[in-house]
């Protein structure tokens, strides 16, 4: 009777002081808030005044030159677009939780992305496809970075990959200046594991660039991923959600 009135008295402030500093840890250290992008990026003035030059309105002086006219809305079927690097970038969203405890917590890693973006109405036979460089994968949590690169084995699997089999939902003509939505089917390989997924599109067109947001959702186990978990007392959920943000001009 003593010893559970000592333990009462001694041990659970001690478990509560150590819970206590789990909590503040994980809210002040770890813990992240990230929100989802709801739009495709602005296109920067310096490429949308870049490529004006080759965006004309009809009028008679260019006709009685027998000049090319290329109206705003015009798009070259299949026309390839060059993911610029600099403008663009692809991120994960997991949700995390202390313990036991669903707490309202969302982290966000960002790394960079290289490829090409299709446009066509049906089919895209320049082809959507892009690497992402999973090593550069970083988030505000140094510790959380560690264990998403160990789960994700990016020393043996160092890029995450998708190439398009078709596109649906693109207007026609394409509007300029003007958000649409469209869906791009085609395989996504992450962790040495493909799959066929369907990502939801928010795309814009000015002139000849064109900025999208792709969103994917995940689950981990569909790509033999471990969850990852921070010091072992913060582990995630089971599925995460992945962004592609791109900017890119014509090829």
Do not use: C
């Amino acid at each position: 009777m003593r010893a559970f009135r000592r333990l009462a008295l001694f041990g659970l402030p001690a478990v509560i002081l150590v819970l206590a500093a789990l909590f503040a840890i994980w809210w002040f250290a770890i813990r992240s808030d990230a929100k989802l992008a709801t739009s495709a990026p602005e296109i920067p003035d310096s490429l949308t005044s870049a490529t004006a030059a080759s965006v004309s309105t009809p009028n008679d002086r260019g006709s009685a030159l027998g000049s090319p006219i290329v109206t705003a809305s015009a798009v070259t079927s299949g026309q390839p677009y060059t993911i610029l690097a600099d403008q663009s970038s692809a991120s994960y969203f997991v949700g995390e939780k202390l313990a036991s405890l669903s707490l309202p917590s969302t982290a966000k890693g960002t790394t960079g992305i290289e490829g090409t973006f299709g446009l066509d109405n049906n089919s895209l036979p320049a082809g959507t496809k892009f690497t992402v460089d999973m090593t550069g994968l970083e988030s505000d949590e140094g510790r959380r970075d560690q264990r998403v690169q160990a789960a994700l084995q990016t020393s043996r699997y160092p890029d995450a990959t998708f190439v398009s089999e078709t596109v649906t939902g693109v207007p026609s003509p394409v509007p300029e200046a003007t958000e649409f939505d469209l869906q791009l089917t085609g395989k996504f390989t992450l962790h040495g594991v493909t799959r066929d997924v369907t990502w939801d599109v928010k795309a814009k067109k000015q002139g000849q660039a064109i900025s999208a947001l792709a969103t994917l959702k995940i689950n981990f186990a569909d790509y033999n991923t471990t969850k990852p978990d921070i010091a072992g007392f913060v582990s995630v959920v089971d599925t995460a959600t992945i962004q592609v943000s791109v900017v890119a001009t014509a090829a």
